[in-house]
T-cell receptor, first 113, second 113 residues
Framework: DGGITQSPKYLFRKEGQNVTLSCEQN?????MYWYRQDPGQGLRLIYY???????QKGDIAEGYSVSREKKESFPLTVTSAQKNPTAFYLC????????????FGEGSRLTVL | QQQVKQSPQSLIVQKGGISIINCAYE??????FPWYQQFPGKGPALLIA?????SEKKEGRFTISFNKSAKQFSLHIMDSQPGDSATYFC????????????FGTGTRLKVLA
C-alpha cells in the first residue's frame, strides 16, 4: 500500500544527544514536510522540501536539520540545540494537484529525559 | 496575517447532536480551506475541503460553511457519533506557488454515547 512511514514511533533521548527521525514515502510525491505538534498549538512547520536536494526552513526550524537526497526520504534530525524537543513529530507528503492534499505519517513521539 | 484562529479548543457533544467548529483567517490570498481529522496516536487525514467560490460543501454528515466577506469558515458535523471523537484542524493555503498550509490550533471533540 502507498503511504508515509515514520520511524521510530517512540523515541527517548538524553539531553545533549542528537536524534534522527525517519520519513519514507512511496507515493511518488515531490513535496515533503515536517511538522511539530504540541498540545494547544496545532501543527507548526519545521522544514519542507519541494524537490530533491532542496529544502526550506519553516516557522520553527531552529535546532533542527533535514536532508533530501532521495525523493522517497526526508529525515529530520533533532539536534542538542533544540531547547524543548519533547513533542509529537509528523511527516507529510503532498500531491501535485491544484488542491495539494497532505498525506501524513503516523508520527514519532520524542521524549527527552 | 498568516494565522488561522480556531475555536473552541475542546467540545463535548451528545450522540446525535451537531458539532460546530469555527475558524477565521486574515490573509485574503488564501484560496483553499481543508479540514483534517486526527485520531489519538495517528497522523491527521483530510476530511473535507472547500474553495472560496462556493459557500457550502457537504459530504455525508460533514459540512463546511464558508463566509468569504467575514473571512470565516466552519465545520458542522451532523448526527455526531462516538466514532467522530477526534481532534479537528482547520487549515488554509494558497493554490499558487508553495502549498504551505497554515493550521489552526485544533479542536478536541468528544461525542458522548
Amino acid at each position: 500500500d502507498g503511504g508515509i512511514t515514520q520511524s521510530p514511533k517512540y523515541l527517548f533521548r538524553k539531553e545533549g544527544q542528537n536524534v534522527t527521525l525517519s520519513c519514507e514515502q512511496n507515493l511518488n510525491h515531490d513535496a515533503m514536510y515536517w511538522y511539530r505538534q504540541d498540545p494547544g498549538q496545532g501543527l507548526r512547520l519545521i522544514y519542507y522540501s519541494q524537490i530533491v536536494n532542496d529544502f526550506q526552513k519553516g516557522d520553527i526550524a531552529e535546532g533542527y536539520s533535514v536532508s533530501r537526497e532521495k525523493k522517497e526520504s526526508f529525515p529530520l534530525t533533532v539536534t542538542s540545540a533544540q531547547k524543548n524537543p519533547t513533542a509529537f513529530y509528523l511527516c507529510a507528503s503532498q500531491t501535485g494537484t491544484v488542491t495539494g492534499e497532505l498525506f501524513f505519517g503516523e508520527g514519532s513521539r520524542l521524549t527527552v529525559l | 496575517q498568516q494565522q488561522v484562529k480556531q475555536s473552541p479548543q475542546s467540545l463535548i457533544v451528545q450522540k446525535g447532536g451537531i458539532s460546530i467548529i469555527n475558524c477565521a483567517y486574515e490573509n485574503t490570498a488564501f484560496d483553499y480551506f481543508p479540514w483534517y481529522q486526527q485520531f489519538p496516536g495517528k497522523g491527521p487525514a483530510l476530511l473535507i475541503a472547500i474553495r472560496p467560490d462556493v459557500s457550502e460543501k457537504k459530504e455525508g454528515r460533514f459540512t463546511i460553511s464558508f463566509n468569504k466577506s467575514a473571512k470565516q469558515f466552519s465545520l458542522h458535523i451532523m448526527d455526531s457519533q462516538p466514532g467522530d471523537s477526534a481532534t479537528y484542524f482547520c487549515a488554509a493555503s494558497t493554490t499558487s506557488g508553495t502549498y504551505k498550509y497554515i493550521f489552526g490550533t485544533g479542536t478536541r471533540l468528544k461525542v458522548l454515547a
